[in-house]
């Protein structure tokens, strides 16, 4: 529900940058000549000016205000975690016990973490969780293979440990399955939440992903699973899902192999997509600085109006005056000379 707010407020600040940008083009229309407007319109523009203005300057002291409460928010999920984390690497020194430490770790949980022990097991029959976020936060995610990868990623990445998300892709560019590439040396290897497990040779070598493309590889990796979907294999691995976003993934990624000579595969997963509070923090300042840019280009223009307003008001003033002192000047002639030296300027 706190996401549904979240965002419906930040489409509202998209629709009040887009009117101000079309009162913005309005008026300089009007100022270069391109339009007539009657009297009626003019009158109109201007109520619409004053409460579009007003719901700008309500909209832009709102999100402030949610912007520093969701930073807080940030901050206490991020020591959270970092205490969740420490108490693995407190435990187990060696790199590869405290992975699988932590991939255990997550396999067994089953309660929000706002509960204040972590070794607590509280049965909940709730289909949602909430991975690396509290309950009060804005992102609940299911109990899937991707929210086990982000949740252990995080815990690992946060204990010293380099992990990354790995997405296995079908043939229409979505995720298949996820699972981690975890790296303390020089090689990255998977890791698969999921199943519990460092996928590793008959050897007790560990393997990276492009082992695992080899098919008799992954078959004797994946022996002892009896669970395992034949279909999770490794022969299209990325770490972004084109495929997910309709029409705009794909075109993109067309783009980015064809025009840019790029590929899509192979470009790192950004940290803020996977962060619910990170993200909003990113989509609440780039709407704050549209809308903060476009009000005050149109204050701008609207000062630079009320001072040729003032100025036409101070002509009109000097005509009279001139008319009053020297009643032979005729007025129609001075007020077209008026107008002919404004045209000019």
């Known amino acids: 529900m706190e996401s549904i707010v979240a965002y419906l407020f930040l489409f509202l600040g998209i629709i009040l940058s887009c009117l101000v940008r079309w009162h913005t083009d309005t008026r300089s229309r ?13 009158t109109r523009h201007s109520l619409y000016c004053n409460w579009i203005l007003r719901a700008s300057n309500l909209w832009l002291l709102f999100a402030l205000l949610l912007f520093g409460w969701v930073f807080a928010e940030y901050r206490s999920e991020d020591a959270f975690l970092d205490g969740i984390a420490m108490t693995f690497v407190s435990s187990e020194p060696n790199p590869r016990r405290r992975t699988e430490a932590i ?3 997550v396999d ?3 309660h929000y973490m706002a509960a204040p022990d972590v070794t607590a097991k509280i049965s909940t029959n709730d289909p949602y969780w909430l991975l690396a976020y509290r309950k009060d936060t804005f992102g609940r995610s299911e109990i899937s293979c991707g929210g086990r990868a982000l949740f252990a990623g995080e815990l690992i990445r946060r204990s010293g440990i380099s992990a990354r998300t790995l997405i296995l892709l079908n043939s229409s560019e979505r ?3 996820v699972v981690l590439e975890v790296s303390w040396g020089n ?11 460092l996928y590793e040779s008959s050897s007790g070598r560990l393997l990276t992903k ?5 098919a008799w590889v992954l078959d004797e990796a994946t022996r002892g699973l009896n669970s395992y979907n034949l279909s999770y294999n490794y022969k299209r691995v990325g770490y972004i899902a084109f495929g997910a976003v309709p029409v705009l993934g794909p075109a993109t990624a067309y783009l980015l192999r064809h025009l840019f000579f790029i590929d899509p595969h192979s470009i790192p997963r950004p940290y803020w997509i996977d962060r619910p509070t990170l993200r909003f923090m990113f989509c609440c300042g780039f709407t704050f600085m549209l809308l903060f840019l476009l009000r005050e280009r149109w204050l ?3 000062r630079l109006r009320s001072i040729e307003q003032r100025e036409r008001v101070r002509d009109q003033v000097w005509l009279g005056l001139n008319i009053a002192i020297w009643p032979n000047i ?3 002639d001075t007020i077209s000379e008026n107008n002919l030296e404004s045209d000019r300027v």
């Open 103 to 105: 991939l255990q770790w």
């Open 175 to 177: 995720a298949n399955h």
């Open 187 to 197: 090689l990255y290897y998977v890791a698969d939440p999921s199943y519990v497990r």
């Open 210 to 214: 492009e082992e695992l493309n080899i």
């Open 300 to 302: 701008r223009r609207l």
């Open 108 to 110: 067994h949980w089953d």
């Open 330 to 332: 005729q007025a129609n």
């Open 30 to 42: 009007n100022r270069l000549g391109r339009s007539d407007p009657s009297e009626s319109t003019v």
